[in-house]
């Protein structure tokens, strides 16, 4: 009888230890994602935006970001700094985003722009991050600013497209679509301040970012916006991690439901 109870017993706990093996099997693995950049995307919180998309997700795997980032900051200071690329190589990152700022990219459409110092520390360093990504096995990501007007938008686009192909990027087209999404309800609307994205710009730009990331794209759900949402010129150490500096802020929770969230996931499906 004690040899039965025993055979029980161990089968029981084999049975308990492999349904804790398939469930934990079960879970995806996160998709590590780092955003270098400035205002344009911590403005929002761009980078908690993308992980509360994939969060909103029925399946597909959760987004985790680490965020470097200053008001006004070029990627060539983040490239000096230093602080970004330790923590690349440091820890696995899926997904490398280089948001350059302003209009700058637009410059490689000039003879004349080009000879720039800015155009060329821009191009110096997102080839200089492209190619430490490229040893990493980490994919990298253009994120594509605006314009005040169409034709200045259409230089950004084809610099921004140029600039991509250069370093073997992919360039997301956040520019353009905001763009559209300031000309079909207002300007105003859109960039609230004249240069950086309103909530619903940046929501925009946070499903497009999500389909580059993982493929596919966003379904629309319902999206939790229930973390700090950053104005443009809040005291951010370029060093530190955003979200280790956001930690304890205070919140106001919001719930967009479908009806909110399908237009702004018809505007990001258009412009990839």
């Known amino acids: ?56 997700q029925p399946d597909g795997p959760p987004i985790e970001t680490i965020t470097y980032v200053a008001p006004g900051g070029t990627l060539h200071e983040r490239w000096d700094d230093g602080a970004a690329t330790a ?8 997904v490398l985003v280089l948001q350059e700022r302003g209009a700058v990219l637009g410059c490689v459409q000039s003879e004349v722009d080009r000879a720039s110092a800015d155009c060329r520390d821009a191009l110096a360093a997102h080839r200089a991050f492209a190619e430490l990504a490229r040893t990493l096995g980490t994919r990298v990501l253009v994120l594509e600013t605006w314009s005040t007007d169409a034709q200045g938008q259409s230089t950004q686009h084809d610099g921004a497209t140029r600039v991509a192909g250069r370093i073997g990027a992919t360039v997301v087209h ?48 319902s999206l939790r916006i229930d973390f700090p949402l950053l ?35 018809d505007r990001a499906s258009r412009y990839h």
Do not use: K, W
Request: aromatic share 4%.
């Open 87 to 94: 923590a690349l190589r440091d820890r696995h990152v899926d």
């Open 231 to 265: 104005p443009a010129r809040p005291a951010v150490d370029p060093h530190v991690p955003l979200e280790t500096q956001l930690v304890g802020l205070p919140v106001q929770v919001y719930l967009l439901e479908h009806d909110a969230l399908a237009p702004v996931l």
């Open 1 to 56: 009888m004690g040899i039965a109870i025993r055979i029980r017993r161990i089968a029981a706990a084999v049975v308990l230890c492999a349904t804790a093996m398939t469930l934990h099997a079960a879970e995806p693995t996160p998709l590590r994602v780092m955003f270098v950049g400035n205002s344009i995307t911590y403005v929002n919180n761009l980078p908690a935006v993308v992980s509360a998309y994939a969060r909103a």
């Open 174 to 221: 956040a520019g353009d679509a905001l763009q559209a999404q300031a000309h079909a309800t207002s300007r105003a609307a859109t960039f609230p301040d004249g240069v950086h994205p309103s909530l619903g710009g940046t929501l925009v730009m946070g499903a497009q970012l999500y389909r580059a990331i993982t493929g596919v794209a966003p379904t629309p759900t």
